[in-house]
């Protein structure tokens, strides 16, 4: 765990390797804006998970167009929290290079 952005830890070198799984629990939307998708991206191996959780506040369609560019997506989940009454949203992507 970091005590820095994702922006602030990718500028340090925090991540020098990739990874096979990226899980994110968007706060904000700037985690799904495409400079970010685009920095999951070159970090997840070939073959690589990228997991979602967002509430509908978050996710637009113009993010959902930017990850379908860059990754497949797997699986799609919504749901309703019984406190906010929001859509919450579960979605499973992977990287497969050779479809771009």
């Known amino acids: 765990l970091l005590d820095l952005t994702f922006d602030e830890a ?3 070198g925090c991540f020098k390797s990739k990874f096979d799984l990226i ?4 706060k904000d939307k700037q985690e799904l804006n495409l400079t970010n998708i685009e920095k999951y991206f ?3 191996n070939n073959f690589g998970f990228l997991c979602i959780q967002t509430n509908e506040d978050l996710f637009t ?3 959902k167009s930017h ?11 919504a749901r309703t929290s019984n ?3 929001k859509v919450n ?3 499973t992507y992977r990287k ?3 479809l771009i």
Do not use: A, C, M, P
């Not at 899980?23 to 968007?26: D, L, R, T, W, Y």
């Open 61 to 63: 369609q113009q993010n």
């Open 96 to 98: 497969i290079t050779q």
């Open 89 to 91: 949203y579960f979605i």
């Open 83 to 85: 406190t906010t009454g």
């Open 42 to 44: 070159l970090l997840l």
């Open 10 to 12: 990718v500028e340090d």
């Open 67 to 77: 990850l379908d560019h860059y990754f497949t997506e797997l699986s799609d989940k």
């Open 23 to 26: 899980f994110i629990n968007v």
